[in-house]
């Protein structure tokens, strides 16, 4: 049974309606989405301009940049099937030449990441094939969960187990009892040599206990997750292929539903005043310590915005 595309619609409080999708936003956008025969329920993520700004601030190797925009997208997408406020935290820790990435998403889609680099980083055509191995190394991925209306805190973590970021995430995800999920990613230059990525989550949660109680068929399972691997990186990176189009292509078989999608932007929490609250913690001696050429200055690892601040500054905040 295939369904027409024209039966892509979207559904406010319960009701299904159809709407003209083509004025939705198509980049730097999270499209949620429902497989209809199987309940299933995911999002597409695509960046675009908003990873590309995010690159275009760090000098990183090409091999890095490419795993770092995978672990943006990636965080975007499992961020977005929590109902949270607060900020979601992805990270990594290796004993490889990327000892460190950090990539978290606001629940307002606020998104910003960094990767630590530290000695030599093989070429993408290098490792392109197994690039948790050979950048990351051996070591962990954690979330977290920070609440932002309160001190509750969640938190999973998983071994760097895997070639790819989709395998440590699949083993993540078989592991957990939550919910079982698979992903595709993918992350590169377009043709106009700007940086994009693109992931696409499809999870089903367990019958007992599970939202909605949908049992999900172990076959229904395996075609979907086939389906979602025949996503090709060309596909997922083609800035001129709308998230709704791609989706309608993997899974039109079993019907699609889209709901209204929700804007991702490149923006950093970090603040002049947060820097200088910071500092103002340390004691004297520690800030002399820090002190050079007559000012602290500090870079912030996300978006590398330099901020200088003199001694007399800095104890005038400690006073304050
Ligand atoms: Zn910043």
Known sequence: MTFPKSEISITQDGEAKSVDI??????DVIQPFMIERTGMS??????????????????????????????????????TALKYEGVFTLQTKGDGPVP?????????????????????????????????????????????????????????????????LADVIHHYFEQSAQFDAAVALAAGKDAADRWRASAIVVQHLPAEGGVGGVEIDADDWRRTTTLLGSATSVELLDPDLPPADMLYRLFNEDGVRVFEPRPVQDVCRCSEERMLNALAALNDDEIQEVV?????VMTCEFCNTTRSFTPEVIREAKSA
Not at 110 to 118: D, L, P
């Open 22 to 27: 083509s004025t939705w936003i198509q980049d």
């Open 292 to 296: 050079k050429d007559g000012a602290v």
């Open 100 to 164: 460190m990435m950090v990539a978290d998403v606001t629940h307002d889609g606020h998104v910003r990441g960094f990767a630590q680099v530290k000695g030599d980083v093989p070429s993408l055509a290098d490792a392109s094939n197994a690039l948790i191995p050979k950048l990351l190394g051996a070591g962990y991925l954690a979330y977290t969960v920070d609440f932002s209306t309160s001190a509750e805190r969640h938190q999973g973590i998983v071994s760097l187990d895997g070639a790819s």
């Open 42 to 79: 995911g999002r597409s993520v695509k960046l675009g301009p908003a990873l590309d700004a995010i690159l275009g601030r760090h000098d990183l190797p090409e091999a890095v940049s490419v795993l770092l925009g995978q672990f943006l997208a990636l965080a975007v997408g499992l961020a």
